[in-house]
Every structure is written in C-alpha cells, then in structure tokens.
C-alpha cells in the first residue's frame, strides 16, 4: 500500500498569502494524484486529478503540480473559503489512499 | 446536477449489522462506477469499497472485506454497502462518490460525493 505524507500538517496564513502544500509518496505513483479540500460537516470536493488537471469550478488561484513522489497543491492568494483540510490521494496502486491531510487556518 | 443522497446511517452495537445506500441522479448512472469512502470521527479519509458502472466487479478494502458488500440497483440508481460484524472501528461517515471516469475505465478519483451517513458502533 502507497503511504502519502503532507506536511506541513497546519499552514497558518492570512487571506492574499500565498500557499503551498506538499504531498509526498513512498513510491512512485506517476501522476495519478488527485487533491481534495473539505471544510468543516462537509463532504470532500475534488480540486485536481491527474496532478494537475483541474476540476469543473475550481478557481485558477488553486494549481497543481508533480510527478513521481513529490507534489505540490498550490493556492495564489488565499480567500477567506479556501481555509480547508486539503488532502491528497494516490490511484497508481490499488487500494487508492489519502494522505493524512493539510489544514490551512486563518493566522 | 449531480446528487448523491446517503441513507441509513445510525447507531449499532458490535457485531450486528447495518446497510446504507445511496440514491443517484442528475447523471447516467449505469455510466459509472461507484465508491464508499469511510471518515471517522475527526480522523482522514479511508476508501472501502468499489463496484463497476455494470456491477460486474466489486474490491474492498482490507479492513472491512468479508464483513461488508457493495451492491447496485440501475433500476433504482442507487448504490449500497452492506456492513456485517460491526465493530468500533468502523465508526465513521461514510459517503458515496461517483469515479470520475465513465464507462469501463476506472478513474479511481471521486469527483462527486454525498453528504455522508454517519454508522456509530457502541455497545
């Protein structure tokens, strides 16, 4: 089974900074990473598949990079609703998994 | 749109069993597959089950396999997972999400989700 690390576990920022969130395989899983953010009693909503490819509705301030092992959720200048758990997920090897998740909080 | 609609959630002791389904619309139901990703209480995200758009394969996680089954209804557009030998661990939401791809491919990404039916197991 894939294990997905994101680190940092909590990102505090103020709205217009900019945030970048990691998420790091222990191997390779090509770019088959999708992001999901999810807020508080709500159910997780998906950001980007395929590393990068980004979901119907999705602001162009999120982007998505990386192949491999290493990739990287980045936000441009956050807005009030984007502070999120954010949470990466590998499908190259079965069963998919979830890395444990990024919490971006207002600072 | 698309919807997902999660029923049957509630309070169960060890042991017994429960069943949840999901009702689907806004979309060709009989084009996709479907998942159950479980979240316990304030913990991550954790896949359980799949079944494909026809229904003609099912995979589980290792957690819950020989104790839960996935179904479908394409009459009813529904989806359910039937959970058997219930223990603490499978306290969680539980949500139904669409595969993000259509037809016979499996994506493996979930790009629509329900709001979640919450299975609490206490004694």
């Known amino acids: 089974e894939i294990v997905l690390t994101q680190s940092p576990a909590t990102l505090s920022l103020s709205p217009g900074e900019r945030a970048t969130l990691s998420c790091r395989a222990s191997?390779?899983?090509?770019?088959?990473l999708a992001w999901y953010q999810q807020k508080p009693g709500q159910a997780p909503r998906l950001l980007f598949s395929?590393?990068?490819n980004r979901a119907t509705g999705i602001p162009a301030r999120f982007s998505g990079s990386g192949s491999g092992t290493d990739f990287t959720l980045t936000i441009s200048s956050l807005e009030p609703e984007d502070f999120a758990v954010y949470y990466c997920?590998?499908?190259?090897?079965?069963?998919?998994?979830f890395g444990g998740g990024t919490k971006v909080e207002i600072k | 749109q698309v919807q997902l609609v999660e029923s049957g959630g509630g309070v169960v002791q060890p042991g017994r069993s429960l069943r949840l389904s999901c009702g689907a619309s806004?979309?060709?139901?009989?084009?996709?597959?479907m998942h159950w990703v479980r979240q316990a209480p304030g913990r991550g995200l954790e896949w359980v089950a799949f079944?494909?758009?026809?229904?003609?394969?099912?995979y589980y996680a290792d957690s819950v396999k020989g104790r839960f089954t996935i179904s479908r209804d394409s009459s009813e557009k529904t989806v359910s997972l039937q959970m058997n030998s219930l223990t603490v661990e499978d306290t969680a939401v539980y949500y139904c999400?669409?595969?993000?791809?259509?037809?016979?491919?499996?994506?493996?990404?979930?790009?629509?989700w329900g709001q979640g039916a919450l299975v609490t197991v206490s004694a």
């Open positions: 395929d590393a990068s």
């Open positions: 191997q390779t899983v090509s770019s088959y």
């Open positions: 999400a669409r595969d993000r791809s259509g037809g016979t491919t499996m994506a493996g990404f979930f790009d629509y």
């Open positions: 079944i494909w758009y026809d229904g003609s394969n099912q």
């Open positions: 997920q590998q499908r190259s090897n079965w069963p998919p998994t």
């Open positions: 806004g979309f060709k139901f009989t084009n996709y597959g």
